[in-house]
């Protein structure tokens, strides 16, 4: 590829039609008042999900939740450095997320549903927060290292 230099992309539209959650009202922004549709793709789907996440919060978790996983197509260009070289065109499937949550009740039967009040903790093996374990295993050993530079340099009995 050092050969080429990016040219241009023809990216798939993102269409209401193309959204596979079921029973969206006819007339949606994808930032309405009673219904969100959060969308992300390639690189930011994870981001797609914590700001979901972070307006169910806001919610008190009473929103209903739809959440379905797809693939978007790109065509991307590279233009040749040389003149005797041809354009490349690189076809991509972009992961996609598409994240619906209402106020008003959504299909309960809808693959993806998750009802309003659902919260999954996450704990680590030992039921603790990792967060918190990690913060009590750096006290304890005061460095991110812990003592390895004092205990390589003991001699040993």
């Not at 969100?36 to 978790?61: D, F, H, L, Q």
């Not at 549903?113 to 680590?124: E, M």
Request: glycine letters at 6%; charged letters at 25%; one cysteine or more.
């Amino acid at each position: 590829m050092e050969n080429y230099r990016k040219g241009r992309n023809d990216e798939e539209l993102l269409d209401r039609i193309k959204i596979p959650i079921s029973d969206l009202p006819e007339q949606f922004l994808w930032m309405q008042v009673r219904v969100v549709v959060w969308t992300g793709c390639g690189a930011s789907v994870g981001k797609t999900v914590t700001c979901a996440e972070i307006m169910k919060r806001e919610y008190n978790n009473t929103l209903h939740q739809i959440t379905k996983l797809c693939y978007r197509s790109v065509d991307e260009y590279w233009d040749p450095l040389l003149s005797d070289m041809d354009q490349l065109v690189v076809k991509r499937k972009l992961p996609t997320i598409h994240i619906c949550l209402s106020l008003n009740p959504l299909n309960t039967e809808d693959l993806g549903y998750q009802a309003p009040g659902v919260v999954v903790p996450y704990k680590s093996q030992n039921n603790t927060r990792p967060d918190k374990q990690f913060s009590r295993n750096k006290e304890k050993n005061k460095s991110w290292g812990g003592n390895r530079a004092s205990s390589s340099n003991a001699q040993s009995p």
